[in-house]
């Protein structure tokens, strides 16, 4: 059983900051590529930004130079620093983690955290 706990969601003014953790736990033998995505109503999930093993960094368009992925091996979790932040980055913020245990790899989601960006 693993967990995915991300935390650090809320209410901001647009312009301002906000900075997600994901957490994961339980039997995990390594972390892979580990990622943020969002949905906001009405729309697909989309990618936000994906970090790799040896910190490979990836970000849709629309954030970069704005957001920065980071992760913290030692304690399974990745982050989403969000400055600048602008209304149409509301949305349910959910991280990914292909945590492989024994001989299988699986993707792993987070129950989401929500983003409001309004003044």
């Known amino acids: 059983q693993v967990q995915l706990v991300e935390s650090g969601g809320g209410l901001v003014q647009p312009g301002g900051s906000l900075r997600l953790s994901c957490a994961a736990s339980?039997?995990?033998?390594?972390?892979?590529?580990m990622g943020w995505y969002r949905q906001a109503p009405g729309k697909q999930r989309e990618l936000v930004a994906t970090?790799?093993?040896?910190?490979?960094?990836n970000y849709a368009d629309s954030v970069k130079g704005r957001f920065t992925i980071s992760r913290d091996n030692a304690k399974n979790t990745v982050y989403l620093q969000m400055n600048s932040l602008k209304p149409e980055d509301t949305a349910t913020y959910y991280c990914?983690?292909?945590?492989?245990?024994?001989?299988?790899?699986?993707?792993?989601w987070g129950q989401g955290t929500q983003v409001t960006v309004s003044s």
């Open positions: 970090i790799t093993t040896g910190d490979i960094t």
């Open positions: 990914k983690s292909e945590i492989k245990q024994f001989v299988a790899t699986y993707n792993y």
């Open positions: 339980g039997r995990i033998g390594s972390i892979g590529t």
